[in-house]
């Protein structure tokens, strides 16, 4: 409802209060919006918003209330205590909504207001419209702590003052969108760095290896020279699959499912392992007595996860340290271990391992913390899990478990509980 100026003594008028005109109003407003277009974070333009109404219209408090799912959401409040209080979808802020009007409420006694704005002692609410280009977006509420009135040209000023800050909001969103999609592909970019790097250092390992010995070859040339093919077809996969723009989102679309041998694929990461870690010894538990032990995967994603964690055991463990890799099934649940006997991981950082551009405080070694970011994000896919259990000075064990693939070809989808509790001890009785 438009309310026409009361000059009563009752009543405290902008114009007498702040000397303000229409065009000082118009000046507040063009000042406001000079602030509103300077780059922000989408929280920082909805404070500075509330900032700038707040002194337009001399509020105590102020709160940005947006269209979301089908219902006005208060998304940011100078006043916390405000968030216990909804919009009614048959009050005056769903009425500003839908009709783009700007309006003023006096509170009474008689009308009982909300308890919350009895508590603030709000005298009047100023409801302005955000909306742009005749697009509905959302409503700004102000509380006042005195009565006040305004002419139809002010009330008009104000709705102006909701379309530049619909425009603001709209502006930070698309800002904050854009930089976002600009981090995705900055991790993309990194991760085909790191993905790439691992092969890339298997394959010079074996050049050097053929040139140390290329006058004395002997019938090891043959399974050296099938080393240097499978790595390069790596490559090859890889560079596809980084060149595929689905994978920019890090999604499953570009995933080859098949019925893997994981014993298959542990034997490959560990003879990479072996070239690129000479000094560190890994011991082999399979406590399944069988050749195979299939599960349903990407195989050069899963080879991906192994890849990292041996990798990860060998740059955080001693040289010539032990590490031991152990096989085993529970229930229908595949589930290996993979432990080393390095420095540990101190038990504040463990929850963090996992995620994006994670490195250790004490980390010095080169580096973008991707590593187990992406192992996570491949045995999430694989409906897997894994956990991460550490010692300061005794070593780090990482947990995995996937679904067995079945002969009837269906996995079981049932998985083994591995969350951080500490594993037993290694069976050493187990052969391969």
Known sequence: ??????????????????????????????DA?????????????????????KLLVNAAHGSVILWQNNELNRIYTSEPILNRVKPRKKGRTYEAFYKKKASIHYVQEKDEPHPTLRSLNIKTVVYIPLSYYGVKTGVINMLCPDHQTYTDEELDLLELFGTFASLAI??????SEARNLFENQKLYLSLAS????????????????????????DNRSDKLFQRIKDETVRINVLVDEF??????????????????????????????????????????????KSQYLFVWGDENKLLQVINNLLNNAGKYSFSGSRITFLIDVSEDSLRC????????????????????????K????????????LVKKIIDAHSGTISVYSK??????????????NHDGKTTGRRFNVRNQEPGPIPSNSSI
């Open 392 to 405: 300061i000075d005794s070593g780090t064990i990482f947990r995995i478990s996937l679904p067995i693939y």
């Open 170 to 175: 709209r502006k930070a969103q698309s800002y």
């Open 33 to 53: 919006a000079a602030l509103f277009f300077v780059p922000l974070e989408v929280a920082e333009t909805y404070q500075k918003i509330v900032e700038q109404a």
């Open 337 to 360: 271990a993979i432990k080393d006997r390095g420095k540990g991981i101190p038990q504040s950082e463990l929850k963090s391992v996992f995620s994006k551009f994670y490195r250790g």
């Open 243 to 288: 060149l595929d723009p689905h994978n920019t989102e890090l999604d499953t679309n570009g995933y080859k499912w098949k019925a893997c041998n994981f014993k298959e694929l542990v034997k490959r990461a560990i003879a990479d392992f072996k070239t690129i870690f000479p000094a560190h010894d890994v011991i082999i538990r399979d406590n399944t």
């Open 194 to 217: 790191h993905e790439l790097k691992t092969p890339l250092t298997a394959l010079y390992t074996f050049v050097q290896l053929f040139e140390d010995n290329a006058k004395n070859l």
């Open 1 to 30: 409802m438009r309310i026409k100026r009361n000059p009563s003594k009752n009543h405290v008028n902008l114009h007498s209060k702040n000397y303000l005109g229409n065009q000082d109003m118009l000046r507040r407003i063009n």
């Open 362 to 373: 004490d980390q010095k070694k080169m580096g973008m913390g991707l590593g187990l970011y």
